[in-house]
C-alpha cells in the first residue's frame, strides 16, 4: 500500500513513518524539512507544507491512504496548522481521488483542553478515558 505521511517529522510522524515501512507499505514522507529525515535512507520524502495545497495535491499522486499528525512543536504556538492543513489534506485527497484518512491528534492533551468544546470536554474523557 502506498501511505503518505505528512506531520512527518514530529515524534508521532516517525513513529508512523517506522511503523508503516515495518509493515512493508511504500511509505513517503511529507515534510516542510527533509534534512530532519536522514535516518530513513529509503524513505521516499517530498517537500511541501500543509499550508499550501499544491503541494499537497503533488504529495497525493498514487496514494492509497494518508496519515496526519499534523501539529506545531511543543511550546510554539498552534495557529492554524491543524484545522487549515486539514482541509487542505481532504480538498488534495478529492483532487486525486484518495479516499483514507487517518489522524491523529492531541486535542485535550495540556494545554490544548481548555481549547475543546463543551461536548468533548463532557465525552472525550468517557470514550478514551481520563487523564
Not at 513513529?15 to 508503516?20: D, F
Not at 530532519?36 to 517530498?46: D, S, Y
Not at 487542505?88 to 487517518?102: D, G, P, Y
Amino acid at each position: 500500500m502506498n501511505v503518505l505521511v505528512i506531520g512527518s517529522t514530529g515524534k508521532t510522524g516517525l513513529e508512523l513513518i517506522k511503523e508503516a515501512m515495518r509493515q512493508g507499505h511504500a511509505v513517503t514522507a511529507f515534510a516542510r524539512r527533509p534534512e530532519a529525515l536522514h535516518e530513513f535512507p529509503t524513505l521516499n520524502v517530498i517537500k511541501g507544507d500543509a499550508l499550501n495545497p499544491s503541494d499537497l495535491e503533488q504529495a497525493m499522486v498514487n496514494q492509497d491512504v494518508v496519515l496526519s499528525a499534523l501539529g506545531a512543536p511543543l511550546g510554539q504556538p498552534v495557529g492554524k496548522v491543524r484545522s487549515i492543513g486539514t482541509q487542505n489534506i481532504i480538498s488534495a485527497m478529492k483532487a486525486q481521488n484518495v479516499s483514507r484518512l487517518i489522524v491523529v491528534s492531541t486535542i485535550g492533551v495540556d494545554e490544548s483542553k481548555p481549547n475543546m468544546g463543551f461536548l468533548a470536554r463532557l465525552f472525550i474523557p468517557r470514550i478514551i478515558g481520563a487523564e
